[in-house]
């Protein structure tokens, strides 16, 4: 008489719930197991992008590198005056030249030259401020600016730079240069950068509260100087920079 059961070989082992669970189920991660950084910081991310960054980023990133060089002395563009917008720029003011020549020039044409203008206002060390612009006109004028002395006496000579004389006190007093103590006759020594847009952007006092300049005269001018030519660089990577942003904005 034969079996009704199967022969051995084809016997199976019942399974159980749980083992079937364990075959539909994926096995777990172990989670002693330890990925390389690399790996774990790129597990999820995208492939890299074949596009160049966007104009945006690049720009943001240039305009906040640009800000963080900025010199503490040099004032932000926000936040400086524009020169020419308190004054008449058909008013005429004569202009000596270093050959001694004069004629006289609107301070609107004066303002309006394009590039940069170094307004060196004469009062008590007039003689120390034309050697020590003079001595750096050369350089200033590499980075596009012009240089022009101001004085509020008609005696002053033309040496290295033309002198203003301002005989009405206009840019004198709109830049708040009028020695408090001269009766509106002296004017402060200080050195006044403006823009291509007539703001001023530097404003140097000379001999009284400039920060960190030495008590030494040699030194003080030296200290002086260096700030100007400095600020004029950082002022001309700024237009460099504005013009690039543009650039890649009409693109």
Known sequence: MYSACPPPQFLRPA?????????LSPAPISLSRK????????????PPSSRPPSRTH??????????QERPA?????????RVDSRIDGNMSV????PNHSMAAVSVGKLLREGGFTVLCFLGMGGETTMESIGACTGLLEGLGATCYGVSLQAAHMGRAVPIIHDAQRTLTKNLGLLHPLGGGRVAL????VLDAESRARMVLPIGWGVRG???DGAN???????RVVRGVEWLRGEVVETAMEVDMLMY
């Open 15 to 23: 399974t159980t719930d749980q083992q079937a669970m364990s075959v």
């Open 35 to 46: 990925r390389s950084p690399a790996v774990a910081f790129d597990a999820d991310a995208t």
């Open 58 to 67: 690049t720009k943001r990133v240039r305009s906040l590198k640009h800000a």
């Open 73 to 81: 002395w040099v004032l932000e563009r926000a936040n400086s005056t």
């Open 94 to 97: 004569d202009v000596r030249y």
């Open 189 to 192: 020594d200080a050195i006044v």
């Open 213 to 215: 300049a030495s008590e």
């Open 220 to 226: 003080l001018w030296e200290n002086v100087m260096g």
